[in-house]
C-alpha cells in the first residue's frame, strides 16, 4: 500500500526557511517521479517543483527557482523540499505526490506553511 505524510510545515517569518519532509512506503524512489504541489487558500492545487526517476533532472516554476530545492534520499525513501527566502505569496498547503511509471497518482494529506509577520 502505498502511503505519503508530508511533515516540517508552520510560521515562519518573510526571508525565513522550512524544510518540508515526505516519509514514502509501499514505493520505491527510483521508480517514481515525485512532485510538490501547493494550494492556497480559494485557489487550485498546482505544481512547484518535481525531481525525475533518475533522480538527475528537476523542475521548478518561475516562482520558487533559487529558493527552493527539492532532493530525496533513497536509503530512508524520504523526499525533501528546502525551502529558503520564504515570501508571504509562499503561504499554503504543500502536498507531496507520487506518480508511477503507468501514471498512477498517490498523495499526501498535506503539511501547511504560512509566511507572516
Known amino acids: 500500500q502505498v502511503r505519503l505524510v508530508e511533515s516540517g510545515g508552520g510560521l515562519v517569518q518573510p526571508g525565513g526557511s522550512l524544510r518540508l519532509s515526505c516519509v514514502t512506503s509501499?514505493?520505491?524512489?527510483?521508480?517514481?517521479?515525485m512532485s510538490w504541489y501547493r494550494q492556497a487558500p480559494g485557489q487550485e492545487r498546482k505544481l512547484v517543483t518535481f525531481?525525475?526517476?533518475?533522480?538527475?533532472?528537476?523542475y521548478y516554476i518561475d516562482a520558487v527557482r533559487g529558493r527552493f530545492a527539492i532532493s530525496r534520499d533513497t536509503a530512508t525513501n524520504t523526499v525533501y523540499l528546502q525551502m529558503n527566502s520564504l515570501k508571504s505569496e509562499d503561504t499554503a498547503v504543500y502536498y507531496c505526490k507520487a506518480r508511477s511509471e503507468e501514471g498512477y497518482d498517490y498523495w499526501g494529506q498535506g503539511t501547511q506553511v504560512t509566511v507572516s509577520s
Open positions: 509501499g514505493i520505491t524512489l527510483s521508480q517514481w517521479q
Open positions: 525531481i525525475t526517476t533518475t533522480g538527475d533532472y528537476t
